[in-house]
Structures are given as structure tokens and as C-alpha cells.
């Protein structure tokens, strides 16, 4: 990750974090709820990467992150799923398009889903 991806990867642990610990004080998410706690953490990604600026970084940095996805997750957890499309649909056409080498050989050469 270059220097502003490295920023961007705080930036985005932080508003994880934050909006986890708002969810909490505010009794929006209930920790005595692990399965609803963990769907509303999922639903918080797509949100904090965008706010954290992934739109605007260099598109090697937007690639190695759209390929750090975990190929199980794409195919057995739809909160995943959804997250990924609600992430890609508000990015700039350009970073979209742009991605696609990455990601089909990440999708051609990375392990399976069983390994």
C-alpha cells in the first residue's frame, strides 16, 4: 500500500471504530446480541471505507483492497455481498472499471474458496 493507503487503512479502522462505539452508547446495536451486533458491524464497512476516502486513492491501493477480500466471504455470507455492491456502487465509474484486471486475476489465480 502506498503511503496515502496506509493513511486511508487508519482512517478506516477509526470510523469502524467509531461508529461501533456510537452504535453502542446511543443502544442503537446491543452487545447482548452477538448475531444482530455482527450484521450491523458488517453494515458499517461500505459506509467507513467510503467516508475514509477509498474512492480517492491511487487505484493499485483500491485494488489491493478490493482483492484482501476473502473469496468465502463473497460466497457464503451475503452480508459480505452486499457490502462489496453498496461499496462499488458509489464508487467513480472510472475506479470500477479500472479494477477489473485485478480482480479477475484474483478471481483466476488466488487459492480456492476451500484452500
Same mark, same amino acid.
Do not use: C
Given at each position: %500500500?502506498? @503511503?496515502?493507503?496506509?493513511g486511508w487503512m487508519e482512517w478506516t479502522k477509526d470510523r469502524l471504530q467509531f461508529k461501533m462505539e456510537a452504535?453502542?452508547?446511543?443502544?442503537?446495536?446491543?452487545?447482548? $446480541?452477538? /448475531?444482530?451486533? $455482527? /450484521? =450491523? #458491524? +458488517?453494515?458499517?464497512?461500505? @459506509? #467507513? +471505507? !467510503?467516508e475514509a476516502g477509498l474512492a480517492d486513492l491511487p487505484q493499485e491501493d483500491i485494488? =489491493?483492497?478490493l482483492t484482501a477480500v476473502d473469496r468465502g466471504d463473497l460466497v457464503f455470507s &451475503?452480508?459480505?455481498i452486499q457490502e #462489496?455492491?453498496?461499496?462499488? &456502487?458509489? %464508487?467513480? !465509474? /472510472? =475506479? =470500477?472499471?479500472?479494477?477489473?484486471? #485485478? !480482480?479477475?486475476? &484474483? !478471481? $483466476?489465480?488466488g487459492p480456492s474458496i476451500t484452500d
Open positions: %500500500m502506498s @503511503e496515502e493507503g496506509q452504535g453502542l452508547r446511543s443502544g442503537e446495536w446491543d452487545e447482548s $446480541k452477538p /448475531e444482530e451486533l $455482527k /450484521e =450491523k #458491524a +458488517y453494515d458499517s464497512h461500505s @459506509e #467507513a +471505507y !467510503l485494488d =489491493k483492497v &451475503w452480508d459480505a #462489496a455492491g453498496e461499496t462499488a &456502487w458509489d %464508487m467513480p !465509474l /472510472e =475506479k =470500477k472499471v479500472g479494477s477489473i484486471p #485485478a !480482480l479477475v486475476n &484474483w !478471481l $483466476k489465480d
